[in-house]
């Protein structure tokens, strides 16, 4: 699909990540880091659990919330915000909409690049 390919590098070893069965993307406040299967394992084990996110963001269940939240914030867009809440309603659409564009966003900064 693309027609370059750049490397990824593990942040928690600094080696070539080869695969995208081998990445695993993880957030940590507003920036996403890649790292080996394993290199993930290991940080998870470490103290970093408030810097570094529990799940990774392409996982199938990122996948699948992915998707879920998708089709719920496309309905939301069509439903009447006076309805339901007003400003609020398009708040909770905002945030909804988020967990698609992150994983929109790991796509486009690392697994476009890798091969399968």
């Known amino acids: 699909m693309s027609t370059s390919k750049r490397p990824v590098y593990c942040v928690h070893c600094n080696a070539e990540i080869e695969s995208r069965y081998d990445l ?9 880091y890649p790292y080996h299967n394993s290199c993930y394992s290991e940080a998870i084990k470490g103290c970093q659990s408030i810097v570094l996110g529990d799940h990774p963001v392409n996982g199938t269940a990122s996948n699948w919330s992915s998707g879920f939240a998708l089709l719920i914030g496309i309905i939301l867009l069509f439903i009447s915000k006076d309805n339901i ?30 091969d399968k």
Not at 25 to 32: E, G, I, T, Y
Not at 93 to 109: A, E, I, K
């Open 85 to 114: 809440g007003g400003v609020a309603a398009w708040v909770l659409n905002v945030v909804v909409l988020l967990v698609p564009l992150v994983r929109f966003c790991s796509w486009y900064m690392y697994e476009r690049y890798l």
């Open 24 to 32: 695993v993307v993880s957030q940590s406040f507003l920036s996403l």
